[in-house]
């Protein structure tokens, strides 16, 4: 269920009492051909080829401490119209990382600290890409009286001061004309009569063609039948004239004005007539017919508005052949035209929308070729010329992919070596790849995937020791585990081939890893695991295809679907229980698959798998069922329910109580009591809430609801009477909820002895939740709260074996190092966790470490790369200050 809401304080309190205190505050026949006649066969050989890992079209610094650090001082002092870049480039360097969270951050902040209209239209476009499938939000949000601000298009045309109606210099009543007052102008059979003074306070040409040295000046009538103007053009260019303002007329009639207006630079006029076209681009075909105009005249405004529309079609209008011409084929005055000084900006996202979509196409190429003529720092050309390598190198053009790879190398990006070493490798020459490597790893600290890439080049027991280092160095690279795996069933060490690619679906839920154990399983002939793993793959990904793409895991699950007995409604519903119960989030989430086969009530069930999804750490995944619960909900307060926790997820909490209340008005119910109980205790601060939190959870058990989730009521109450200080009251909730199978309140259980002082009855709590559970490095982190030192140290690490991205064994490590004073080790220690893991944690004590043995520069460092992660972080920003005031 969704994590304890109630206890952080308390968490932190525990956590202190046992860390150093001075530094952390199918036919059977069918599948036969598959399993290969039990442990690995040829067969299942075929199916577990190992590709190689990808090179990563990412910008992937060596050190990205350092950039993140750069990125923060440059910040702190750059002018405004500097940060949006900045920005940007900070999120490329989360991409990079896989942080998904921090990336969008950044592309949030890029678009709130936009200095111009077109990087502001720029990042919103992204920011609606990024968040496509999300538009319900927004429409939820409107139902709440709130806007999402980024989905909105701008009404950017009022927000650009305007160049003014005419140059008041030439508008001078005491300067005597030639001519007389009026001239009439000739088009064709038509006359129209103009102000010669205020028609010639238009524009310098204007003035001197009717009161210069010029034939005009002496004319009545002057033809101009030949300058591509109609007689209502011209009618509306003197009314203009004399009012400032442009009278209605129809879009081609404005296009007129605007060719003349370019013609006899006519700024006012030009501008006039460009916001109003602006108004009249309502569509895709508007936006290009316009956007050519646009950029044939220089008008930015226009251009901006057809850019504007364009933008807020994507991925769809890259579908249009007009759309990616005018983008891919603009030169540098068009750009400027277009989008300003944001070419940079605007192509990063085109070419991630495109490269998305089909990496290797030639839509790709032409915008990753446009994003490296418009590359203008060495960080922007690290990351051009790396992702346009990688574009050819996929495209097999092996001879430009070198030349960018190797560009891009010498720029800094030292993660190109990778496409260079593979190149080397495709020539048959691997002693050159690795020399290659070599020369990289010798002249810094070497990371992971320098690692695993050398590991490609060898054999035997070499290749196995680089990726062993490789795992060591970064335990979340995926192709070290799988190809030991793979390795290990060819030697038919099924059994431990299983146990190596658990390893990393224990912390790291991977499709590939998946699939992987899936053959393990059809080997083994276990096809009721197999069954579940295909089902929670289809889970994350309903149009996945397994063996290298050929064939649909559908199809493979129909296939071993028939090799298992059939489950019963009830029998679903009681293995539920039983891997809920167990902790085992994988099985439970294929048991809720097979049961939306059947299961009319989908609602609660979508709502069920959303909630497995958010503790496997798969938010986006988890968002898609949230939103199915609520297409499939049964009744409107039901949806309420779901729409409340959609909103609550994405930030809204006020919204997501709204909604709550609006349900619990039709019916009372436990989901809509649990909703309101969970976003009210997470969005009050007042210690009187809590009165009112224990109300809404004890409404909530009232109402009807099954096992698994009058559990997660019972614990949640739980600790909201430990924070108020009622230990009775707390561990009756807890005892209540293990009777009813919640097998997580043997953790707020064990609180309770603790608190109670008795750390023996606590240790022996959570003895009892590791014996349980199946995913338990959590409760291995929390025993190690109850007991000595040396207990405590195998216990976490063991928790770094079975999650290494939990950070707190780390820091507890480390400060122990500290306070032996030995400080390398400690800093170390920290280090090797930093390198594959941007947390601000980590940072935030290797910053006090270093200011502690005096490294002021190393502090100040990791302070602004900290900050990076969390701009906002009290403790953080008061080291930031005394670091800095300490620099030389």
Request: some cysteine.
């Amino acid at each position: 269920m969704r994590k304890l809401f109630f206890s952080e304080s308390a968490c932190k309190e525990t956590k202190l009492h046992s860390a150093p205190h001075s530094w952390l505050p199918l036919e059977r026949g069918k599948l036969s051909k598959f399993s290969g006649h039990a442990a690995g066969g040829s067969s299942v050989e075929s199916l577990m080829k190992m590709p190689e890992p990808a090179v990563l079209p990412h910008f992937k610094p060596a050190d990205y401490v350092d950039i993140l650090a750069q990125i923060h001082e440059e910040l702190e002092s750059c002018p405004p119209d500097e940060k949006s870049c900045l920005y940007l480039l900070q999120f490329q360097v989360f991409r990079g990382l896989g942080e998904a969270k921090l990336s969008r951050r950044s592309l949030q902040s890029a678009w709130e600290k936009a200095s111009t209209i077109h990087e502001k239209l720029i990042f919103g476009a992204w920011l609606k890409y990024e968040k496509k499938g999300e538009e319900a939000i927004s429409d939820l949000l409107s139902s709440c009286g709130k806007c999402s601000q980024e989905f909105r298009l701008l009404d950017f045309v009022s927000q650009v001061s305007s160049t003014g109606s005419y140059d008041m210099s030439y508008d001078d009543e005491s300067d005597e004309f030639r001519g007389s007052a009026v001239v009439h102008f000739r088009i064709r059979d038509d006359m129209i009569a103009c102000d010669r003074r205020k028609l010639a306070a238009l524009s310098t040409p204007l003035y001197a063609m009717l009161n210069g040295g010029f034939r005009e000046s002496y004319l009545e009538v002057i033809d101009m039948s030949r300058n591509g103007i109609s007689p209502i053009g011209m009618r509306a260019i003197s009314k203009f004239s004399l009012s400032g303002r442009l009278p209605y007329l129809s879009a081609d009639a404005i296009l007129e004005m605007l060719d003349f207006a370019n013609k006899f630079c006519c700024k006012g006029l030009k501008d006039a007539c460009e916001r109003k076209l602006a108004s009249f681009v309502s569509s895709r075909q508007d936006a290009i017919d316009f956007m050519e105009c646009a950029l044939e005249l220089g008008c930015s405004i226009l251009a901006a508005s057809c850019l504007q529309v364009l933008l807020n079609e994507l991925p769809e209008c890259l579908n249009d052949e007009q759309v990616v011409r005018i983008f891919s084929s603009a030169n540098k005055q068009q750009r400027l035209t277009m989008v300003g000084n944001a070419s940079f900006s605007l192509y990063c996202l085109l070419s991630e929308v495109s490269m998305s979509t089909n990496p290797t196409s030639d839509v790709s190429v032409s915008f990753l070729e446009k994003l490296v003529e418009s590359a203008s720092d060495s960080r922007q050309k690290q990351l051009a010329l790396h992702q346009l390598a990688c574009t050819k190198f996929q495209r097999k053009d092996y001879a430009e992919a070198e030349r960018l790879f190797n560009a891009a190398f010498s720029a800094g990006h030292h993660y190109s070596v990778v496409g260079l070493a593979r190149l080397a490798s495709l020539r048959g020459n691997k002693h050159f790849a690795l020399k290659l490597l070599d020369s990289v790893m010798s002249s810094r600290w070497p990371l992971g995937w320098m690692y695993q890439e050398r590991a490609l080049y060898l054999d035997g027991d070499r290749k196995l020791e680089n990726l062993n280092k490789a795992t060591e160095l970064d335990p979340t690279l995926t192709y070290p585990y799988m190809f030991r795996a793979a390795s290990l069933m060819k030697r038919q060490s099924v059994e431990a081939a299983l146990m190596e690619i658990n390893r990393i679906l224990g912390f790291k839920l991977v499709l590939e890893c998946l699939e992987l154990r899936f053959c393990c399983y059809l080997a083994l002939e276990d096809y009721r695991a197999a069954l579940c793993d295909v089902q929670a793959i289809l889970t994350l990904a309903p149009e996945y295809r397994m063996i290298g793409g050929r064939v649909a895991a559908k199809q493979l699950r129909m296939l071993v679907l028939e090799n298992v007995e059939q489950w019963t409604a009830a029998d679903c519903w009681m293995q539920l229980y039983d891997r809920w119960s167990s902790v085992d989030d994988i099985g439970s989430l294929s048991v809720i698959y097979q049961m939306l086969e059947s299961d009319t009530a989908k609602g609660v069930l979508y709502f069920r798998q959303s909630l497995l999804l958010l503790r496997l750490n798969c938010p986006e995944a988890a968002m898609r069922s949230l939103q199915l619960a609520r297409e499939h909900a049964a009744s409107d307060h039901e949806r309420l329910v779901y729409e409340g926790w959609i909103l609550y997820d994405t930030g809204h909490c006020e919204e997501g109580l709204q909604k709550a209340e609006a349900s619990i008005t039709i019916q009372r119910s436990f989901e809509a009591f649990f909703l309101k109980a969970y976003a009210l205790a997470d969005s009050s601060l007042d210690p009187s809430t809590s009165a009112t939190v224990v109300s809404l959870l004890e409404d909530a058990l009232r109402c009807p609801s099954d096992r698994l989730r009058k559990g997660q009521a019972l614990n949640n109450l739980g600790s909201v009477y430990v924070d108020c200080g009622k230990l009775d009251l707390a561990a009756e909730c807890y005892i209540n909820a293990l009777k009813i199978g919640h097998t997580r309140a043997h953790q707020g259980l064990a609180r309770v002895h603790f608190l109670r002082n008795n750390r023996t009855s606590a240790y022996d709590e959570m003895t009892k939740l590791i014996e349980k559970a199946r995913n338990n490095a959590s409760a291995h982190e929390k025993r190690s709260e109850y007991c000595d030192r040396e207990l405590t140290k195998a216990d976490l690490q063991m928790v770094t074996k079975l999650d290494p991205l939990r950070v707190y064994p780390y820091r507890y490590r480390a400060a122990v190092l500290m306070d032996n004073h030995k400080e390398k080790e400690a800093i170390a220690e920290l280090t090797k966790a930093i390198a594959f893991k941007a947390d601000l944690n980590l940072l935030h004590l290797r910053a006090a470490f270093h200011e502690h043995i005096g490294d002021i520069s190393s502090a100040l460092r990791d302070c602004r790369a900290a900050l990076s992660v969390d701009p906002n972080h009290q403790e953080m920003l008061e080291l930031h200050h005394r670091v800095n005031s300490q620099e030389p």
